[in-house]
C-alpha cells in the first residue's frame, strides 16, 4: 500500500513539474518597412500605394494584436521583409506587454521576405538552410531552443507558392533541403517542422494537374514521408512510422481543415508537422488533441471571410491582419497519452443525402465507380441504391473498379450533393458495371433518389437547351459549348450523368457520351 501511494505521489509530482509549452505558426501576411532598399515587393516600396511610415505602424500593430491574443511561448512567423522590421515588432510587442525575448531570422538578401522565429525561451544555435533553386527562394529557418535541459529544434518554413511558375518540382527542392538537414541530426534530437508550405495536408491527392510535374510525388507527402504506402499516416501509426512525420491537419475534424482562403476556397497549407519521437514518452512530447487554428472574431469580417490586410484599388487602406490564421498545438515534458479512437462508421451512400456536413469521418464500403471523367467519378454501393458524385476527390480511382473508401468531407453544390474528400482508399474486387446503370423507363426528373445516377440509351429530340423524351422535357447542359447540338437535333445519348443545377439536368461531359442522328 505505501510503495502504491509513493508512486501515485512520484506521478502526480512530474505532472505538476511538467513544462507545457504553446507552440505556432503565423503567416503575417508582408510585412515590410518603410526603408527603400530594392528588394521589396512594388506595393510595398516606400512612398508607393500609400505605403508610408504610418502605415508601417499600423501593419505592425495589427501584428502584434495578434500574436498577443495567441499568446504562443514559440511561434514562426513567415513573410517579415529583415531583421529591422523583426526587431521593431519585438519592440512592439514588448511595449504592448507580450515580450518576446529571444529571435532569429533567415538572411538570404536576394529574397524578398524572409521566415522568422520568436521565443520566451533561450535560442541556444540557429542556421539557415539553403534553398538553391533561385536566387529569390526564401531559405529555412533552424533554431533550437531549450525546454528545461531539453533541446527542440523547429524548423521555420515559406516554401514556393503556386502561382507565377510553382509547379510541384519547386516545392520539392524544399523538401528535399529540410529532408537532407533532418537526416544529419542525431536519432535522438526532437523536432517540429511548422510553417507555410503553400500545399495541402494530402496534396498527392488533391494536387491540380497544372501543377504537377513530378508524376504525383509531392514534398510535403513522399519526400517529408507523412504518408503510409498510399494513405496519410493516423495517430495510431506514428510511433512506428521512425522516419515518417505526422501532420496535426489529421488531429481536427476534417470540415475545420483551414487556415486561408483563396478566391473562397479554403485550404490548409499552413502546417505543424512532428516525428515520431514527440510521441515516445521521453524528452518533450505532443499533447494529444490541442492542434488548433487560431480564430479570433477579429480575424474574420462580417460575412465571415478571413479579414485579410486590405490592399485595394492599388493603396493600402489600413485595415484588416492577414490572409492566414494562425495555427497552434501544445507540447509538453509530461509523457504523450493516447487516446484511441473511435473507427469510422459503416454508412450508405443514402445516409449522406441526410447531412449536410460530417462531424467525423465515415466508411463506405463497396463503392462501385460507375463513370470517372477527370478527377471527378460518380459511384454506387449497389445497382437499386442511390448514387454520388465525387468532386476532385477522385484521381486514384479507376471506373469499372469497386472500393471501399473513408469519406471525410462532403457538400451540396447548387443542390447538387457531392463527396470532396476522401482519406482512405482500399481496391476491391472489379465488377460489370451494366447492371448499375438505368434506362430511359427510370427517368423521372422529380425524383430525389435519382440524383446522380447514370442513364444510357437515351434518345430524344433536342429543343431550348432541354431533351424531349416521350413527350417530357429535361433539361440538358454539355461541359463543352461545341458538343451543343442543333436546334431540333435527334439525339441518342450513351451516357449521361443526372445532375442538380437549382433544378434537375442530364450532364454531357464528353463528345463521346453522346450521338447526333440528325
Same mark, same amino acid.
Given at each position: 500500500?505505501?510503495?502504491?501511494?509513493?508512486?501515485?505521489?512520484?506521478?502526480?509530482?512530474?505532472?505538476?513539474?511538467?513544462?507545457?509549452?504553446?507552440?505556432?505558426?503565423?503567416?503575417?501576411?508582408?510585412?515590410?518597412?518603410?526603408?527603400?532598399?530594392?528588394?521589396?515587393?512594388?506595393?510595398?516600396?516606400?512612398?508607393?500605394?500609400?505605403?508610408?511610415?504610418?502605415?508601417?505602424?499600423?501593419?505592425?500593430?495589427?501584428?502584434?494584436?495578434?500574436?498577443?491574443?495567441?499568446?504562443?511561448?514559440?511561434?514562426? #512567423?513567415? %513573410?517579415?521583409? @529583415?531583421?529591422?522590421?523583426?526587431? *521593431?515588432?519585438?519592440?512592439? $510587442?514588448?511595449?504592448?506587454? =507580450?515580450? !518576446?525575448?529571444?529571435?532569429?531570422?533567415?538572411?538570404?538578401?536576394?529574397?524578398?521576405?524572409?521566415?522568422?522565429?520568436?521565443?520566451?525561451?533561450?535560442?541556444?544555435?540557429?542556421?539557415?538552410?539553403?534553398?538553391?533553386?533561385?536566387?529569390?527562394?526564401?531559405?529555412?529557418?533552424?533554431?533550437?531552443?531549450?525546454?528545461?535541459?531539453?533541446?527542440?529544434?523547429?524548423?521555420?518554413?515559406?516554401?514556393?507558392?503556386?502561382?507565377?511558375?510553382?509547379?510541384?518540382?519547386?516545392?520539392?527542392?524544399?523538401?528535399?533541403? #529540410?529532408? %537532407?538537414?533532418? @537526416?544529419?541530426?542525431?536519432?535522438? *534530437?526532437?523536432?517540429?517542422? $511548422?510553417?507555410?508550405?503553400? =500545399?495541402? !495536408?494530402?496534396?498527392?491527392?488533391?494536387?491540380?494537374?497544372?501543377?504537377?510535374?513530378?508524376?504525383?510525388?509531392?514534398?510535403?507527402?513522399?519526400?517529408?514521408?507523412?504518408?503510409?504506402?498510399?494513405?496519410?499516416?493516423?495517430?495510431?501509426?506514428?510511433?512506428?512510422?521512425?522516419?515518417?512525420?505526422?501532420?496535426?491537419?489529421?488531429?481536427?475534424?476534417?470540415?475545420?481543415?483551414?487556415?486561408?482562403?483563396?478566391?473562397?476556397?479554403?485550404?490548409?497549407?499552413?502546417?505543424?508537422?512532428?516525428?515520431?519521437?514527440?510521441?515516445?514518452?521521453?524528452?518533450?512530447?505532443?499533447?494529444?488533441?490541442?492542434?488548433?487554428?487560431?480564430?479570433?472574431?477579429?480575424?474574420?469580417?462580417?460575412?465571415?471571410?478571413?479579414?485579410?490586410?486590405?490592399?485595394?484599388?492599388?493603396?493600402?487602406?489600413?485595415?484588416?491582419?492577414?490572409?492566414?490564421?494562425?495555427?497552434?498545438?501544445?507540447?509538453?515534458?509530461?509523457?504523450?497519452?493516447?487516446?484511441?479512437?473511435?473507427?469510422?462508421?459503416?454508412?450508405?451512400?443514402?445516409?449522406?443525402?441526410?447531412?449536410?456536413?460530417?462531424?467525423?469521418?465515415?466508411?463506405?464500403?463497396?463503392?462501385?465507380?460507375?463513370?470517372?471523367?477527370?478527377?471527378?467519378?460518380?459511384?454506387?454501393?449497389?445497382?437499386?441504391?442511390?448514387?454520388?458524385?465525387?468532386?476532385?476527390?477522385?484521381?486514384?480511382?479507376?471506373?469499372?473498379?469497386?472500393?471501399?473508401?473513408?469519406?471525410?468531407?462532403?457538400?451540396?453544390?447548387?443542390?447538387?450533393?457531392?463527396?470532396?474528400?476522401?482519406?482512405?482508399?482500399?481496391?476491391?474486387?472489379?465488377?460489370?458495371?451494366?447492371?448499375?446503370?438505368?434506362?430511359?423507363?427510370?427517368?423521372?426528373?422529380?425524383?430525389?433518389?435519382?440524383?446522380?445516377?447514370?442513364?444510357?440509351?437515351?434518345?430524344?429530340?433536342?429543343?431550348?437547351?432541354?431533351?424531349?423524351?416521350?413527350?417530357?422535357?429535361?433539361?440538358?447542359?454539355?461541359?463543352?459549348?461545341?458538343?451543343?447540338?442543333?436546334?431540333?437535333?435527334?439525339?441518342?445519348?450513351?451516357?449521361?450523368?443526372?445532375?442538380?443545377?437549382?433544378?434537375?439536368?442530364?450532364?454531357?461531359?464528353?463528345?463521346?457520351?453522346?450521338?447526333?442522328?440528325?
Amino acid at each position: 500500500m505505501l510503495r502504491l501511494l509513493i508512486l501515485l505521489l512520484l506521478s502526480l509530482s512530474s505532472i505538476l513539474l511538467a513544462t507545457e509549452l504553446k507552440i505556432a505558426s503565423y503567416n503575417v501576411e508582408n510585412l515590410f518597412d518603410d526603408v527603400r532598399d530594392g528588394s521589396e515587393y512594388d506595393e510595398y516600396v516606400p512612398g508607393k500605394h500609400n505605403w508610408t511610415a504610418r502605415m508601417v505602424e499600423i501593419k505592425l500593430n495589427h501584428t502584434a494584436e495578434v500574436l498577443c491574443e495567441l499568446d504562443a511561448d514559440i511561434v514562426g #512567423l513567415q %513573410e517579415i521583409e @529583415n531583421e529591422a522590421i523583426l526587431d *521593431r515588432l519585438q519592440k512592439r $510587442l514588448k511595449r504592448v506587454g =507580450c515580450p !518576446y525575448r529571444y529571435s532569429a531570422i533567415t538572411h538570404k538578401k536576394s529574397a524578398n521576405i524572409h521566415v522568422a522565429l520568436l521565443s520566451r525561451y533561450p535560442i541556444i544555435a540557429k542556421r539557415d538552410i539553403r534553398v538553391n533553386y533561385s536566387d529569390r527562394d526564401r531559405d529555412i529557418l533552424e533554431a533550437t531552443v531549450k525546454i528545461d535541459n531539453y533541446p527542440l529544434t523547429l524548423f521555420v518554413n515559406h516554401w514556393k507558392a503556386k502561382s507565377r511558375g510553382g509547379k510541384e518540382s519547386r516545392r520539392i527542392v524544399y523538401a528535399k533541403a #529540410l529532408a %537532407e538537414r533532418i @537526416n544529419t541530426l542525431s536519432k535522438e *534530437r526532437e523536432y517540429i517542422i $511548422l510553417g507555410d508550405l503553400n =500545399c495541402h !495536408y494530402d496534396e498527392y491527392r488533391v494536387i491540380n494537374r497544372s501543377f504537377d510535374d513530378s508524376h504525383g510525388k509531392t514534398g510535403i507527402n513522399h519526400i517529408l514521408k507523412s504518408i503510409k504506402g498510399s494513405d496519410m499516416l493516423l495517430e495510431e501509426d506514428i510511433s512506428l512510422e521512425r522516419e515518417g512525420h505526422y501532420n496535426l491537419w489529421m488531429e481536427s475534424a476534417p470540415a475545420k481543415r483551414w487556415s486561408h482562403k483563396y478566391y473562397g476556397h479554403k485550404g490548409a497549407i499552413d502546417h505543424i508537422m512532428v516525428p515520431y519521437k514527440l510521441f515516445d514518452g521521453r524528452g518533450i512530447d505532443y499533447v494529444n488533441n490541442s492542434f488548433a487554428v487560431f480564430k479570433a472574431p477579429f480575424l474574420f469580417t462580417s460575412k465571415g471571410w478571413i479579414n485579410t490586410w486590405d490592399y485595394s484599388h492599388g493603396k493600402h487602406k489600413g485595415k484588416g491582419y492577414s490572409d492566414h490564421l494562425p495555427i497552434f498545438a501544445y507540447f509538453s515534458t509530461d509523457p504523450y497519452r493516447i487516446e484511441k479512437r473511435k473507427p469510422a462508421s459503416t454508412k450508405q451512400i443514402e445516409d449522406l443525402y441526410r447531412v449536410e456536413v460530417l462531424d467525423q469521418p465515415i466508411k463506405l464500403k463497396g463503392c462501385h465507380v460507375i463513370l470517372k471523367r477527370g478527377d471527378d467519378a460518380i459511384i454506387k454501393q449497389s445497382a437499386q441504391g442511390m448514387a454520388i458524385y465525387l468532386y476532385g476527390a477522385a484521381r486514384a480511382l479507376e471506373e469499372g473498379e469497386c472500393y471501399d473508401l473513408v469519406v471525410s468531407e462532403i457538400s451540396n453544390y447548387k443542390g447538387l450533393k457531392e463527396i470532396t474528400r476522401i482519406d482512405y482508399i482500399q481496391k476491391q474486387k472489379s465488377v460489370d458495371l451494366q447492371r448499375y446503370y438505368l434506362s430511359q423507363n427510370a427517368l423521372k426528373s422529380k425524383d430525389p433518389t435519382l440524383q446522380n445516377q447514370i442513364f444510357v440509351n437515351l434518345t430524344g429530340i433536342y429543343r431550348n437547351e432541354h431533351l424531349e423524351i416521350d413527350g417530357k422535357k429535361i433539361a440538358i447542359y454539355f461541359k463543352k459549348k461545341r458538343y451543343i447540338p442543333k436546334e431540333g437535333s435527334r439525339l441518342k445519348i450513351v451516357y449521361a450523368h443526372l445532375g442538380y443545377y437549382r433544378k434537375p439536368q442530364l450532364v454531357i461531359y464528353n463528345q463521346k457520351d453522346f450521338i447526333e442522328e440528325g
